[in-house]
């Protein structure tokens, strides 16, 4: 990482953790940081997807971005990069939640969460909405809890936009794509979805 751009991480992060903890802070993003866990709260809707009979492609879409998204960037970005994370550089900040083991750059729970929260949108415009502000909050919670720099945040999101795209680009050009059908990005979600879908 060049040395202006660790500078301006330290000087953010440090900014964070100087301003913007207390009693109730300090309660909510570990707990967005959990939802966030092995992709927990992404497999949870996944799951509920898989249950319906008309949606169940979309469930495992949701499931095949979220694998995919953690094997490029945990499994192998993580390790060409090798970026030490801010609690391994500052051990002396202490910590609300146990230091992960593995290496910063991207975030992990930015990346996943955002590829997912841009496929939901695709599946439902009024579900994916919340679907991305709760993945801008579990991955600032990153930042918050001292385990992630700004930096590998922001990249995590951005390279979970272009993973989402990425998968959806791939979808049309399989035979698969006749279960994906555009129109689901704005209709509604009606009393049908929950009566007949499920």
Partial sequence: ?????????ETWIFWVQEHLHNAFTDVIFPFFTYLGEVGAIWIAVGIILL?????????GLLLFTLLTSYIAG????????????PCQDFPQVPLLIAAPSSFSFPSGHSLSGMACACIL?????????????????????RVFLFVHYPIDVLTGLVLGI????????GVQFTP??????EERLTSPLSDRYFKKGI
Wanted: aromatic share 18%.
């Fill in 1 to 9: 990482m060049p040395e202006f751009l660790q500078q301006l991480d």
């Fill in 51 to 59: 249950f319906s009979k008309k949606y169940r492609w979309w469930g």
């Fill in 74 to 85: 945990d499994l192998i970005l993580k390790n060409i990069v090798c970026r030490p994370r």
């Fill in 121 to 141: 949108c695709r599946f439902h415009k009024k579900l994916g909405i919340p679907a991305v502000v709760l993945a801008l909050l579990i991955a600032f919670s």
């Fill in 162 to 169: 272009l993973w989402a795209w990425f998968i959806w680009k």
């Fill in 176 to 181: 698969l794509r006749h279960h994906y059908h």
